[in-house]
């Protein structure tokens, strides 16, 4: 028994040296490596802290301003979405941008809403997708307010069988080509749309209503 005490105090006093002799080499690298984990964890959690302090100041900001259009406050909505595209953080610049531009339509301002769509739509920086929808928005504003070529020249790369947007820019090509006079133009876009398995109800309804009235006014040759 006597000898098993002595062996577990030699091990014992043998792994206490080896841990100082082992502290004493790479203590400090083991301070410095603790460090930096500190140093790491508190920056990300002030970046995080910082990320969705301003995230939610400007989803507030935009919260104000959709109330202020909702509310009849044109002018001032305009000026709070104008604001928040100039500071805003995150995707809130461009939500500001976009509804901003619905805002002046909303109000009769339909040329300073195209301008606004159509330089969204010339942006490089923003998604194509968005750009697209831009276009689409623009196109959509048109059809009352410019030219079958202006309408065309916004959504007619648009009406392919597999771009996501085809929909909406096949009904307002369709539209501006009946308000041009080209019926068998117009009829065959909405023709299309009814055909696709994928148009959304509404649309589908209004092409049908649009092709009915095409071929019953026998304008469609």
């Given amino acids: 028994m006597a000898d098993d005490n002595f062996i577990r ?22 301070v410095a490596a603790v460090a930096l984990i500190l140093l790491g964890t508190a920056g990300y959690v002030g970046y995080r802290y910082w990320d969705e302090t301003r995230a939610n100041a400007s989803g507030d900001a935009y919260s104000q301003a959709l109330a202020l259009a909702d509310s009849g406050k044109t002018d001032e909505a305009i000026a709070a979405f104008t604001q928040l595209e100039k500071d805003g953080y995150g995707a809130y610049p461009l939500l500001a941008r976009m509804r901003a531009a619905t805002v002046k339509a909303d109000g009769g301002d339909f040329a300073a809403a195209i ?17 697209d929808m831009a276009r689409l928005r623009a196109a959509l504003l048109l059809v009352d307010h410019g030219s079958f070529a202006d309408v065309s020249s916004r959504v007619e790369s648009l009406t392919g069988d597999t771009n996501p947007l085809r929909h909406g820019a096949r009904e307002a090509l369709g539209l501006a080509a009946w308000k041009d006079g080209k019926n068998a133009d117009a009829l065959k876009l909405f023709d299309q749309i009814i055909a696709d398995e994928t148009t959304p109800g509404g649309v589908r309804e209004r092409a049908t209503v649009m092709a009915g009235l095409i071929r019953g006014s026998g304008a469609a040759s």
């Fill in 115 to 131: 301008q606004d769509f159509d330089a969204v739509a010339a942006d490089n920086a923003i998604p194509s997708i968005l750009r």
């Fill in 9 to 30: 105090e030699v091990n014992e006093e043998f792994r206490k040296e080896r841990v100082k002799v082992l502290w004493d080499r790479y203590g400090a690298f083991v």
